[in-house]
């Protein structure tokens, strides 16, 4: 479902593919170091709001973005046996969806708590519509390509279709969270020390993730 891709191991991307997920775990750690060490941690109940909020940094980053890359790389670095990388690209897009709608919650809930407006920042408006596109496509892409699953000649001629929206809505993700990041390191007001520091290497770690995912896809 998605992208071309050979019968064997295509190893001409692997070395890109690598470097992704090295810059995945390096976007998880600093933003754990972000949200634990220089923020009020993380939260589903608690008494401080903040930590509520800050669900929705962790899930949108690491559950949203990261699981979507993951899941497009799944056609490139898993070996093509039988239906395996169809099945783990479709499954980390459900557990990206599921980690998006949660993370949205814990937004709503801060601001309902807080009595912020909702919906008010470009930031927020792009994040509503990418989660929105992006639930659509999975759910055209399961009854398309699964169940019940459309002729062979319909999924030929939607294939190249689903695989430029995938990307496209990728890349909505990604910049829905540099926007984010952006807005709260005004709302902080940071200016130079460490937590700006983290925060805008993680933003530009994240941006290094995008293009090295569309890398692997799109010229290997």
Same mark, same amino acid.
């Given at each position: 479902m998605g992208f071309k891709r050979s019968s064997n191991y295509d190893t001409s991307a692997l070395p890109v593919t690598l470097f992704a997920h090295v810059v995945a775990i390096a976007v998880i750690t600093l933003l754990l170091v972000w949200l634990l060490h220089f923020r009020?941690?993380?939260?589903?109940?608690?008494?401080?709001?903040?930590?509520?909020?800050?669900?929705?940094?962790?899930?949108?980053?690491?559950?949203?973005?990261?699981?979507? !890359?993951?899941?497009?790389?799944?056609?490139k670095t898993l070996p093509a046996i039988r239906k395996w990388p169809k099945m783990i690209h479709l499954l980390l897009?459900?557990?990206?969806?599921?980690? !998006?709608?949660?993370? /949205?919650?814990?937004?709503?809930?801060?601001?309902?708590?807080?009595?912020?407006?909702?919906?008010?920042?470009?930031?927020?408006?792009? !994040?509503?519509s990418t989660?929105?596109?992006?639930?659509?496509?999975w759910l055209f892409s399961f009854f398309t390509f699964v169940y019940p699953r459309a002729e062979?000649?319909?999924?030929?001629?939607?294939?190249?279709?689903?695989?430029?929206?995938?990307?496209?809505?990728?890349?909505?993700? /990604?910049?829905?969270t540099e926007t984010g990041l952006?807005?709260?390191?005004? /709302?902080?007001?940071?200016?130079?020390?460490?937590?700006?520091v983290v925060i805008n290497f993680t933003a530009l770690l994240v941006f290094m993730y995008a293009a090295s995912v569309v890398i692997s896809v799109l010229f290997f």
């Open positions: 009020e941690g993380v939260a589903f109940k608690s008494e401080v709001e903040a930590q509520i909020f800050n669900m929705h940094p962790l899930l949108m980053v690491i559950g949203f973005v990261l699981l979507s !890359g993951e899941a497009i790389m799944a056609y897009h459900l557990v990206a969806l599921g980690t !998006g709608i949660v993370g /949205i919650y814990a937004v709503f809930k801060f601001h309902s708590d807080e009595g912020i407006p909702h919906m008010y920042s470009f930031h927020s408006w792009l !994040g509503m989660i929105c596109l992006f639930a659509l496509q062979a000649s319909t999924r030929k001629s939607v294939t190249p279709w689903h695989a430029v929206l995938g990307i496209i809505i990728f890349f909505m993700a /990604i910049l829905s952006v807005e709260k390191f005004f /709302i902080l007001r940071l200016q130079r020390n460490q937590e700006a």
